[in-house]
């Protein structure tokens, strides 16, 4: 649905987005991300045609972002940050100039005007000047905009900025609404945003993608390897013949794991953290080595790290894959 090939743009001496390479598959909410001035409005200007790659290029549903502008515009919706309302109309009449640009006419234009102000949460103010709204309902109108004429893609610039706890998850689970049938691009500086909506994330830093992925995938390229939590119960501490399983490269942690709140005292429990190979299959050896060594596994949870940790880890560090 959406490539980009080797895309760049430069200011003058300032390169913004240097020969960044991305796909994104029909129905994917995938969010972007990175630090202020890493590139991410640069490219979602690039994709919505209002600015050109200065190399590369990007294509959108088969057309390019030269010689199809007018074709990609006609498939999109775009919610910048500063959403570009007329403040001299109220809602109504800014939503049916809207679509009337969009080439929408009479009942299917009444029938998608009643659908998003619905679906925005705008009945409460619909014939209020956009000049009166606070800053939510201003960004309602904005959303409301942008899929007004049913688009193929969305391309959101901070959609939530400036809405309340419940007004956010309520946009929020309307863009996992929207990403079921349609291509979301989401830029936010929330990162729990993009973990309640986005599939995956392309991680930003200094004009380049440093990761990208879903958290998981990332967390394995970035560490090699994963960390597996394995509670055991046993008479004795687990000892050296856990080292030597095939697919457990280090031992992080052997320790007691104490007896939990309103437990009862019995049998002694251990805490492991195992470094392992992925896809190693080493889970199932794991269960052999119990039942050998006289244990019973308990509990055992592959370990990742955050969003948050990775974002910081590559932003500030830099990623190994970086483009």
């Known amino acids: 649905m959406i490539e980009a090939t080797n895309l760049g743009k430069r200011y003058g ?6 020969g960044v390479s991305f796909g994104i598959q029909a129905g994917e909410v995938v969010g972007l991300l990175g630090p202020n001035g890493a590139g991410k409005t640069t ?3 690039i994709l919505t045609c209002f ?3 200065s190399y ?26 500063n959403a570009p309302l007329y403040t001299d109309l109220n809602v109504m009449e800014y939503l049916d ?3 009337d640009a969009r080439g929408l006419v009479g009942s299917h234009k009444a029938q998608r005007i009643g659908e998003v102000i619905g679906e925005c949460g705008l009945e409460p103010v619909v014939y209020r000047g956009i000049n009166t709204l606070s800053k939510g309902f201003r960004q309602r109108t904005g959303l409301a905009q942008a899929i007004v004429h049913n688009p193929q893609i969305l391309i959101l610039d901070e959609p939530t900025s400036g809405l309340d706890p419940n007004q956010i998850i309520e946009i929020r689970q309307l863009i996992k609404r929207l990403g079921q049938e349609k291509t979301v691009i989401l ?6 945003e993009v973990e ?21 995938q990332i967390n394995r390229e970035l560490r090699g390897e994963v960390i597996l939590a394995v509670t055991v119960t046993g008479g004795r501490q687990p000892g050296s013949t856990l080292a030597g399983l095939s697919g457990v490269r280090e031992v992080l942690k052997n320790e007691p794991a104490g007896v939990k709140p309103g437990r009862e005292a019995g049998a002694n429990r251990f805490q492991l953290n195992l470094s392992v190979d992925p896809d190693s299959g080493v889970e199932e050896r794991l269960f052999d080595w119990a039942v050998a060594e006289g244990y019973r596994i308990v509990a055992l949870v592959p370990q990742r790290l955050s969003l948050e940790e990775l974002f910081i880890k590559l ?6 894959n970086a483009q």
């Open 196 to 216: 309640a909506t986005c599939n995956r994330v392309l991680i930003l830093n200094e004009g380049r993608i440093v990761a990208q992925g879903t958290t998981e």
């Open 56 to 81: 590369g290029t990007a294509t959108l549903n088969g057309c390019d972002v030269f010689t199809d502008p007018l074709a990609i515009k006609g498939m999109l919706g775009y919610l910048p940050e």
């Open 187 to 192: 830029s936010t500086h929330i990162l729990q």
């Open 97 to 99: 100039f809207i679509a």
């Open 13 to 18: 001496a300032l390169e913004a987005v240097k």
């Open 315 to 320: 932003t500030r560090e830099g990623g190994a």
């Open 51 to 53: 600015m050109y790659p």
């Open 43 to 45: 490219i979602m200007k």
